[in-house]
């Protein structure tokens, strides 16, 4: 079984930072990928961004691209989004997701973590 756990975040004004972290741990951890989601009130979740773990491969929502910016750390099984520029319809919150390998998509989701940006 994995855990994951995010944390980072919080109340800000538009265009400020965040920087979200996201910790996997339990066995068996072979990942695939590790990935960030979001879903806004009375919205679908939706695609933020993710990262291969096996060569960092990186991929971003167009809504999110030249803003956000993932990484990950292989030893602490960890990865970060980074959040600049952030407008008031990035309000969600936010879910962290591993892709183990053998699944076929991510098969292990943290609790989620509220970010809300005020104008």
């Known amino acids: 079984q994995v855990q994951v756990v995010e944390s980072g975040g919080g109340l800000v004004q538009a265009g400020d930072s965040l920087n979200l972290s996201c910790a996997a741990s339990g066995r068996p951890l072979s990942m695939v990928a590790m990935g960030w989601f979001r879903q806004a009130p009375g919205k679908e979740r939706e695609f933020v961004s993710s990262?291969?773990?096996?060569?960092?491969?990186?991929y971003y929502a167009d809504s999110v691209k030249g803003r956000f910016t993932i990484s990950r750390n292989i030893r602490r099984n960890t990865v970060y989004l980074q959040m600049n520029s952030l407008k008031p319809e990035d309000t969600a919150v936010y879910f962290c997701?591993?892709?183990?390998?053998?699944?076929?998509?991510?098969?292990?989701w943290g609790q989620g973590t509220q970010v809300t940006v005020s104008s």
């Open positions: 990262i291969r773990w096996s060569g960092g491969s990186t």
């Open positions: 997701a591993v892709q183990r390998v053998g699944a076929r998509e991510y098969d292990s």
